[in-house]
């Protein structure tokens, strides 16, 4: 991340030195205003789905959810901490209903319980970022809207080849993932036998 | 989800939790997250308004839209396939222009659409997810993610054709 936004920063500041160097603080300066824009209306949405998740959590469903799911989440992430398993759970449930502004703060919260503080992405860590970026979806609602606004003949007509598209990508994803981790794996042990 | 929601009272309810004064105690844990992650969303959206500004996001898409188009994904969404991981409400308001522009029930526009299903804010969902953890290397994850979404793209793109 640091090697990417740097290259990139410095790239777009070269190029607009040379076209329009007037314009990059106030670019700079806009953009950050309209992340203060997003933030509270983060800060909306955040309160409310937070909200409905400790309720939820305080119903037990998450547990239940939890236990339904476990199988799942043991074999993807290899832990049967319960308040990880918890967190996934909902954070893979949120997701497919899309609803990822409920999905984030568990997302987040799972990502804390997983650190083991050593700087580097666990294997673990890695597949909640890869579940996240390819997850299965039931309800696309905000696509669904856009299309009703502007007005489609059958706004809902995407959610098959949606669930299709998805449901390939999450199993190519997944396995992808899964693949490489054990290839990592064995290289590890393999450096470890010849040291 | 109104169901789900209404659903949801009924059973907390019947368990007799207290929910007002249990909602409230998760909806304050808001601002504090929202603090916490705001740094890291500035980072990425000043870098994503230079990017455009600068025209390299206009540089990439004509380097790239014949790669794409070899690998089945039109030209009209190549901009939304390469914005998609930095930004959600930039992905959606380019997802209305081409509503407008081709239609929202042609083939572009139905990829367009199920694309937004397959791919994710990436860069965005990294930032945020690592930014409350030690993490300082992310090692393979960003390309590996990356990889998966241009599947889904390439996917989407198939099968927008075939149903």
Known sequence: ?195 | MPILIAGLMLYARFKKVETYNVFVKGAKGSINLVLGIFPFIVAIMVMVALMRASGITDMLIRLLSPIFNALGIPTEVSELVLLRPFTGSGSYAILKDIYTTYGVDTYVGRCASVIMGTSETLFYVATVYFSQTSVKKLSYAIPLALICNIFGTIIACLICRVL
Do not use: H
């Open chain 1, 1 to 195: 991340m640091n090697k990417i936004w740097a290259f990139l920063m410095l790239l777009s500041t070269l190029l607009l030195l040379i076209k329009n160097p007037s314009a990059l603080v106030t670019e700079m300066t806009e953009s950050a205003m309209g992340v203060i824009n997003l933030c509270v209306e983060l800060v909306a949405v955040y309160a409310i789905w937070l909200g409905i998740l400790e309720i939820v959590d305080k119903t037990g469903l998450s547990e239940k959810l939890a236990r339904l799911l476990s199988p799942l989440i043991k074999f993807l992430f290899k832990t049967t901490d319960p308040e990880i398993t918890k967190m996934i759970a909902m954070n893979i449930s949120s997701n497919m209903l899309g609803v990822g502004n409920a999905a984030t703060p568990c997302g987040i919260r799972a990502m804390q319980l997983m650190d083991d503080k050593s700087g580097k992405a666990t294997p673990a860590m890695i597949m909640l970022l890869v579940v996240n970026a390819t997850s299965i979806q039931l309800l696309p609602t905000t696509t669904i809207g856009l299309r009703t606004a502007a007005g489609s003949a059958s706004p809902t007509d995407i959610m098959i080849p949606t669930l299709v598209a998805t449901f390939l990508t999450a199993c190519f994803g997944i396995s992808l993932t899964l693949l490489i981790q054990r290839v990592f794996k064995r290289r590890k042990k393999k450096s470890y036998q010849t040291t």
